[in-house]
């Protein structure tokens, strides 16, 4: 089946599709949840927090885990053992080359993540190789953002859309771009916003999504990894 509209960009999401920081939360988040003896976190929980912003994940946490700190303690926590490990993190499997290929052919694309800034700052300094071939990018603090508006809400991607329009005077439509993502809630805001789907879970995910087909109602599809996309099917 190829893609009904030709693709005229490509917005991401970057934890767990571009780079391995999935595996560090879950890393981070044991440690500190070793502290209150309670744990490990497992997916059947982790795949409620995935693509969530920061307060809303760690209100799930603290409730779930009955966690004896505010949210303010649970952040604090967090950053200090987040920071010890950002400089780990690495571009996932065919992510790069994706990236590098996208933009040899001229095809805009914006990065649309949840994180905040001093995240994704984080995250990804050492990484610039990567993330400088992005036209556009948007973290999840960004004031066009109203709060409480982060996945599985389509804004992120309404202004990742926004900006690259503006960058090249197009007129581009949210059918008009595929949306990279790994979460549940990002699979969501990518189909309310519009736009077909390509959908790369974690590995250790798969147990835990459900129907995946019923998710996608035809939109997109899903895929093992970045590697195994067909980019001649959507006209890449």
Same mark, same amino acid.
């Given at each position: 089946?190829?893609?009904?509209?030709?693709?005229?960009?490509?917005?991401?999401?970057?934890?767990?599709?571009?780079?391995?920081?999935?595996?560090?939360?879950?890393?981070?988040?044991?440690?500190?949840?070793?502290?209150?003896?309670? /744990?490990?976190?497992?997916?059947?929980?982790?795949?409620?927090?995935?693509?969530?912003?920061?307060?809303?994940?760690?209100?799930?946490?603290?409730?779930?885990?009955?966690?004896?700190?505010?949210?303010?303690?649970?952040?604090?926590?967090?950053?200090?053992?987040?920071?010890?490990?950002?400089?780990?993190?690495?571009?996932?499997?065919?992510?790069?080359?994706?990236?590098?290929?996208?933009?040899?052919?001229?095809?805009?694309?914006?990065?649309?993540?949840?994180?905040?800034?001093?995240? #994704?700052?984080?995250?990804?300094?050492?990484?610039?190789? /990567? #993330?400088?071939? #992005?036209?556009?990018?948007?973290?999840?603090?960004?004031?066009?953002?109203?709060?409480?508006?982060?996945?599985?809400?389509?804004?992120?991607?309404?202004?990742?859309?926004?900006?690259?329009?503006?960058?090249?005077?197009?007129?581009?439509?949210?059918?008009?771009?595929?949306? #990279?993502?790994?979460?549940?809630?990002?699979?969501?805001?990518?189909?309310?916003?519009?736009?077909?789907?390509?959908?790369?879970?974690?590995?250790?995910?798969?147990?835990?999504?459900?129907?995946?087909?019923?998710?996608?109602?035809?939109?997109?599809?899903?895929?093992?990894?970045?590697?195994?996309?067909?980019?001649?099917?959507?006209?890449?």
């Amino acid at each position: 089946m190829t893609h009904p509209v030709a693709v005229k960009a490509c917005l991401f999401d970057m934890d767990g599709l571009l780079i391995n920081t999935e595996d560090i939360y879950t890393e981070t988040l044991n440690e500190m949840l070793a502290e209150f003896q309670k /744990g490990p976190l497992t997916w059947d929980v982790k795949i409620q927090l995935q693509g969530l912003p920061g307060p809303e994940a760690g209100k799930k946490v603290i409730e779930y885990y009955e966690l004896p700190i505010t949210l303010d303690e649970y952040d604090k926590k967090n950053v200090a053992l987040q920071s010890l490990k950002w400089g780990t993190c690495k571009f996932l499997p065919g992510a790069l080359n994706l990236l590098k290929y996208l933009k040899s052919k001229g095809i805009p694309i914006s990065l649309c993540t949840s994180s905040n800034k001093s995240k #994704f700052n984080g995250k990804t300094s050492h990484l610039t190789e /990567g #993330f400088d071939l #992005f036209d556009a990018i948007v973290t999840g603090d960004d004031a066009r953002i109203p709060k409480g508006r982060g996945k599985p809400y389509p804004d992120v991607w309404q202004v990742g859309l926004k900006e690259l329009n503006e960058k090249f005077h197009t007129d581009i439509k949210s059918d008009e771009c595929i949306v #990279f993502e790994d979460g549940i809630p990002g699979v969501k805001s990518a189909k309310a916003f519009g736009a077909h789907v390509i959908w790369v879970p974690h590995p250790e995910a798969y147990t835990v999504l459900g129907d995946t087909e019923a998710l996608l109602a035809g939109k997109g599809e899903l895929l093992s990894s970045l590697e195994k996309l067909q980019k001649n099917k959507y006209g890449l």
